[in-house]
C-alpha cells in the first residue's frame, strides 16, 4: 500500500466532489435563472452526460496505455478547468449545448480515473477504500452547505464557484504521486475482454444501467423540485447535504462490512430503499423536517449502492486492468443510464408540471434494478485465462 499517496488521494476526492455539489446540483437553476428554458437546460445537461458513454472509456484506456494513471488524471482536471473559463461567455443555446459538451470530455473521464489511483495505491489493503472515499462526501457537504448558505444562490456566484474549484481539484491532483501500472500492450486486452465476459456480468450493468437513470432525475432537478414546493432555496443545500452526512457514517463505520457483503444481496437491498426513497420525495413535498430525514436513505440508496459495484469490480480486475474496468462502470453506468434519463427528465418535467411523474418513474426503474441485482452470482467467477495480464 502507498501510504504517502492517501492524504493526497483524500484531497483529491474532497476537492472533486465539492466541485461536483456546487456544479451539479445548482447548474440547472443557473441556467434557467439566466434566461434558458427548462427542456434545453436538460438537453445540454444531456450532452454533458452523453460523453459518459466513451470519454471514461478514452480516459481509462489513455490510462492504462501509458501505465501513468496521475498523468491522465492530471490531463483531464486542467483540461476541465480550461473549458469552464468559458462559462460567463455563454449567451446562447448553441454555445450552452457546446460548452457542456467539452466539459463533459475532460469532466467525466475524472472519476474513474480517480477511483483507479485509490485502488492502486491501497494495492491488497482495498478494504480500506471506504475510510479514503468518504472525503468525497464531506466535500460533496461543504460544497453544497457552505456554496448555498454563504451566496444564498446568486448568479455571478456560481459560475465563480466552478471555475475556483476546478482550479482548486487541478491543483490537488499534482499532490498525487506517480503509480504504475504499465501492462503488457498485447495479452492485456485478451485478459481483460475474458473477464468482462465471464460471471454473468452483463447483469450487473443492467442493475447499473437502471438504477444511475432513476438516480439522475434526483441530481438535476431535486433542487427545482423543493423550491417549487415552497422550501426556501437557501435551505436547499442543507436537505441534500443530510443525505451525504449519512453516506460519511456509512463508510467510516460499516466500509469493511459493506467489502464482505454478498454484491446480488446488498445491492437489491440498497435499490428497494432507493426505490422507496423516491416515493417518499413525492409524498413529502415541500415538507422540509420529512425531506431532511427521507435524504438520509441516501447513505445506503447511493453509498451501499457504489460501495458494492466498486468492490465488485476490485474482485473481478487485476490493478493494471481497473483503469478500463472502472471506465467501463461509469461509462454504462453513469453514461447510458444518464443519458436516458437526463433527456426523460427535462421532457417530463414541463417546467415544474411533471415533478411528480418523473420520480414515480424514477421509483420504477429502481425497482426493476433490484430484481436484476436478485440475479447477480453471489461470489466472483473466477476466469480461467492463459495470463494474468
Known sequence: MNTRNIPAVSAAYFSYFALLAVMMTYMARYFVQIGFSASIVATAIGCLTITK??????????SDRIGNPVFALRLSAVGG????????????EWSLIILMTLLGFFYNGVLSLIENVNLLSLGKHSDKYSKVRLWGSVGYI??????????????????????ILFFVFSLSTFLI????????????????????????????????????????VYYI?????LIKNGVDPSKVGFTIASGVLAEVFLFFFFGRQLRHAPVNLLLTVC?????VRWLLIVWAGGNLILQILIQTLHALTYGGTHAAAIHYL???????????????????GYGLGGVVRSFLAGFYWSDGEGSNLIFYLASLLSFVAAAVALFIPK???????????
Open 379 to 389: 461470489r466472483s467467477h473466477q476466469v480461467s485465462i492463459t495470463s494474468d495480464l
Open 81 to 92: 478547468l480550461v473549458v469552464s473559463l468559458f462559462i460567463p461567455f455563454v449567451s446562447t
Open 142 to 163: 461543504l460544497g453544497v452547505c457552505v456554496f448555498g448558505w454563504l451566496t444564498d444562490f446568486s448568479k455571478d456566484s456560481w459560475k465563480d464557484a466552478v471555475i
Open 221 to 225: 432537478f431535486f433542487d427545482l423540485f
Open 314 to 332: 476490485n474482485d473481478r480486475f487485476p490493478m493494471h486492468q481497473q483503469g478500463r474496468a472502472q471506465a467501463i462502470y461509469s461509462a454504462i
Open 53 to 62: 458513454l466513451f470519454v471514461p472509456f478514452f480516459w481509462g484506456s489513455f
Open 177 to 216: 504521486k506517480p503509480v504504475n501500472s504499465k501492462p503488457s500492450r498485447e495479452s492485456s486486452d485478451i485478459g481483460f475482454l475474458d473477464r468482462f465476459r465471464a460471471g454473468k456480468m452483463w447483469l450487473f450493468f443492467i442493475c447499473v444501467i437502471f438504477s444511475q437513470a432513476a438516480c439522475m
Open 271 to 275: 435499490l428497494v430503499l432507493t426505490s
